[in-house]
């Protein structure tokens, strides 16, 4: 009997598919994962797009059929938020915290929907924090990091929100069993060199292997 393979799902934007920001020599998050995992084992599908927001995201978790998966050995890893952020970029002297609240509210819709339409398949679900950028003016960093903690509160609030969920169970649909695992990976805390980055935003060949390990991490760690 033919040993049915573990599938992985990336969905999200070029935290994923980095691949047009990369060096010839350099490997994409996609080419990492199909090297460090056992493809006769693991069925790995990226339907990440370059671009997306939480707006967006719909097409590609409609594509990978996620309500036809085995609840069991399928695993899902989300990274969208950060194009989200950048729509603000040019606004950051202007905004006011009346503002920020009303940015926040709306981040928190639009990232709630998506990702209670995404659970509710019944997978194992990571969500990835968006990493700090690397911009050469200190300034500029300095307000970008601060703006985009407004972001990664909405997104650390529903990994909470999920952790409940896998504890006590969503609504009809049991999400998983006492083998649920914590559904966060901060990348905050993994791409923090500069040669984790292939510009100010976009990771590296050197940044996508160590996002690849820290999802591996997870999909292995029992």
């Known amino acids: 009997m033919v040993k049915q393979?573990?599938?992985?799902?990336?969905?999200?934007?070029?935290?994923?598919?980095?691949?047009?920001?990369?060096?010839s020599n350099e490997k994409s998050v996609t080419q990492h994962l199909q090297t460090k995992l056992d493809t006769s084992l693991w069925d790995i599908t990226v339907e990440a797009v370059d671009g997306a927001t939480t707006k967006t995201i719909k097409p590609q978790f409609t594509k990978a059929n996620l309500h036809l998966l085995d609840t069991t050995n399928s695993t899902i890893v989300v990274s969208i938020g950060g194009n989200d952020a950048l729509n603000y970029v040019d606004k950051l002297d202007s905004l006011n915290l009346e503002t920020l609240h009303t940015i926040k509210s709306q981040f928190y819709c639009d990232y709630r929907t998506a990702i209670d339409e995404i659970a509710e398949a019944g997978q194992q679900l990571y969500l990835c924090t968006i990493y700090n950028p690397k911009f050469p003016d200190s300034a500029m960093q300095k307000k970008i990091e601060a703006g985009l903690s407004i972001f990664n509160d909405v997104i650390l609030?529903?990994?909470?929100d999920l952790w409940d969920d896998y504890n006590s169970g969503f609504g009809d649909v049991m999400i998983l069993t006492?083998?649920?695992?914590?559904?966060?990976i901060d990348l905050r805390n993994i791409c923090r060199e500069d040669k984790s980055f292939a510009n100010e935003i976009e990771p590296s060949g050197y940044g996508g292997d160590k996002i690849t390990d820290a999802i591996i991490h997870n999909l292995l760690d029992t």
């Open 157 to 160: 609030t529903t990994a909470n």
């Open 5 to 23: 393979k573990k599938k992985i799902i990336l969905l999200g934007d070029s935290v994923f598919d980095n691949i047009a920001y990369l060096n």
């Open 178 to 184: 006492k083998n649920a695992k914590y559904p966060l």
